[in-house]
């Protein structure tokens, strides 16, 4: 596997647990603790995370909840924050982040930037999702896909104007594709493992909610 593709499969959301975790010795937390927030761009990011770290050292791991973070107890002190997604450049412009006891921090906006590299070798899902019953594409539904072997966060996306989807996938591994939308029964769907750099493409049909 290419070098940089396994280093980023490691430190993004797709797969978790592969690297050591934060340290066991992490820091001491009380009631005079302090909590750092922030949200990031774009915010229909589910894979993103927020590492803080002292010095080298990670502290704490959080994930992004609807675009928005928050780190509580955390002891005073100086901290570094990276912003980490799959397929996204590191964020961490967060340096020397001074906070005190019992303070909250804002940090406002963390703007993510797509790498384009390591996209490209992202396993997708593509289709059109179409109504069982007239054939029409179905617009505005909600794409997501899940891996079995729970080592992988989900990806999303939604069916535009023409029923066109397109979805990131986790690589060589089984996964599950969903698709809901209003007036139609969910439809779940088995796909097996995808090669690097592969695109599944599928042809899914919905049924509507019988009347």
């Known amino acids: 596997m290419n070098p940089r593709i396994a280093a980023a499969l490691c430190a993004g959301a797709l797969l978790w647990g592969c690297g050591e975790g934060p340290s066991a010795d992490i820091v001491d937390v009380g009631p005079e603790t ?9 915010i229909d990011i589910s894979i993103a995370e927020v590492v803080v770290l ?8 959080a994930e992004f909840r609807d675009g928005q973070f928050s780190v509580a107890e955390l002891p005073s002190g100086v901290y570094r924050l990276e912003v980490r997604a799959f397929g996204y450049q590191v964020n961490d412009a967060a340096r020397d982040v001074a906070l005190a006891a019992g303070q909250t921090l804002d940090l ?10 390591l996209m490209a070798d992202i396993p997708k899902v593509a289709g059109t999702l179409t109504d069982a019953a007239s054939g029409k594409p179905v617009v505005g539904a909600a794409v997501q896909v899940t891996c079995s072997a729970g080592i992988c966060s989900v990806q999303r996306a939604t069916t535009d104007a023409g029923g066109a989807f397109v979805v990131l996938a986790p690589a060589e591994q089984d996964i599950r594709i969903s698709f809901r939308a209003e007036g139609y029964l969910a439809l779940f769907l088995p796909l097996g493992p995808i090669s690097l750099g592969g695109i599944r493409r599928v042809a899914p049909s919905i049924q509507p909610v019988p009347r």
């Open 34 to 42: 302090g909590t750092i927030q922030g949200f990031t761009a774009p």
């Open 54 to 61: 002292v010095g080298e050292r990670e502290v704490r791991r």
């Open 108 to 117: 406002g906006r963390f703007v993510l930037v797509g790498d384009g590299e």
